[in-house]
């Protein structure tokens, strides 16, 4: 098996780096790439203590093996990837998204990383929910998943 | 005189299209064989109407539909009660 991809409720569980360096482990690989990207204390001006991931997970999951697959034929076949992103309110310091990559060499297992992460921001029904000190709270912008040329 | 038939359809509600009801769905009524063309109109008569000191003004237009079969769907689809 070379792909695992997974939306995590992280209310009943943690995206862990220590489960993805195993999964994408191969004695013919000669690189691997880990992103971490996690929950950060500010943006905007804001002082953020945390964010909900609100998912539509068949078409999450259905768009998560699409990218890792086009990343696979456009970068090395016989990478292998691992892709988990979290669900549910997420505190300021956890995991949102960890991606890791096993590949032949540096440059493709670099390049895979990049392009599913960009992927992802762009084609997957992920919307965010940012919670501020003081008990507000915000459902961010994002990108449009409806086809750019159509918005008016 | 015309008669014409509506229909319901209920929308599952996901980001910030969450306001628009304190449940996860949305039901909406439509004239029969309505496409997402019309519901993005009728989406906006709601905000326009209820939501208006909301930002919510952009949805509308800037809203994926998807399918049963987990598709985005285009503006032409037909939508069926």
């Known amino acids: 098996m070379s792909l695992h991809t997974a939306l995590v409720k992280i209310e009943e569980q943690k995206i862990s780096s220590e489960k993805a360096k195993r999964f994408i482990y191969s004695d013919k690989n000669g690189a691997e790439s880990i992103f971490v990207g996690r929950v950060r204390n500010e943006n905007d001006g804001k002082k953020v203590t945390g964010v909900t991931y609100d998912a539509h997970d068949q078409a999450v999951i259905k768009s998560f093996q699409s990218i890792c697959n086009d990343a696979k034929n456009k970068f090395d076949k016989n990478a292998k990837i691992f892709l988990e ?68 | 005189m015309v008669d014409i038939d509506f229909m319901e359809i209920q929308l599952k509600l996901y980001g910030s299209s969450k306001l628009l009801s304190d449940k996860e769905t949305l039901l909406i009524e439509l004239p029969e064989n309505s496409n997402i063309e019309q519901l993005r109109n009728s989406l906006s008569k709601i905000i326009s109407n209820k939501y208006s000191k909301s930002n919510l003004g952009n949805l509308p237009k800037s809203a994926a539909f998807f399918s049963k079969n987990n598709e985005v769907i285009n503006d032409n689809y037909k939508l069926k009660e």
């Open chain 1, 85 to 152: 992103h979290a669900k549910g309110y997420v505190p300021v310091g956890e995991i949102s998204i960890l991606i890791a990559v096993g590949a032949g060499h540096r440059d493709e297992a670099f390049k895979i990383c990049r392009y599913i992460l960009e992927e992802v921001k762009h084609q997957s029904p992920i919307w965010k929910k940012e919670h501020y000190t003081g008990g507000k709270e915000e459902w961010l912008p994002g990108h449009s998943l409806r086809p750019q040329e159509k918005i008016k």
